[in-house]
């Protein structure tokens, strides 16, 4: 499966982005990861095919992540964001079920990452 991001760009405190990721074919969880300069990378949000919704504490209110499965494509709006959300923002996809979404080992598949600027 090949993914491909985009939507990264520089953006003050408060403000809001879209990152978007097209998959070449459709999978069972869509999700989206982060890696901040010199920190580990770390969840963000995940999707099921039928759009069971996943969030880690630090974004939970203020992303929305969602996808069109006959796009093969996932979303994530980000608003209200920090300067603590700024990193290289990666999508990953993944064909099984799993009890839960949040560790990098649940999906098979990454794109290039796409980076996120958020200025104070």
């Known amino acids: 499966v090949q993914l491909q991001a985009s939507g990264g760009g520089l953006v003050q405190a408060g403000g809001s982005l879209r990152l978007s990721c097209a998959a070449s074919?459709?999978?069972?969880?869509m999700g989206w990861f982060r890696q901040a300069p010199g920190k580990a990378r770390e969840f963000v949000a995940a999707i099921t095919r039928n759009t069971r919704t996943y969030y880690s504490d630090s974004v939970k209110g203020r992303f929305t992540i969602s996808r069109d499965n006959a796009k093969n494509t996932v979303n994530l709006h980000m608003n209200s964001l920090k300067p603590e959300d700024t990193a290289t923002y990666y999508c990953?996809?993944?064909?099984?079920?799993?009890?839960?979404?949040?560790?990098?080992?649940?999906?098979?598949?990454w794109g290039q990452g796409t980076l996120v600027t958020v200025s104070s």
């Open positions: 990953a996809v993944g064909s099984k079920y799993r009890d839960t979404y949040d560790y990098a080992e649940s999906y098979d598949y």
């Open positions: 074919r459709g999978t069972y969880v």
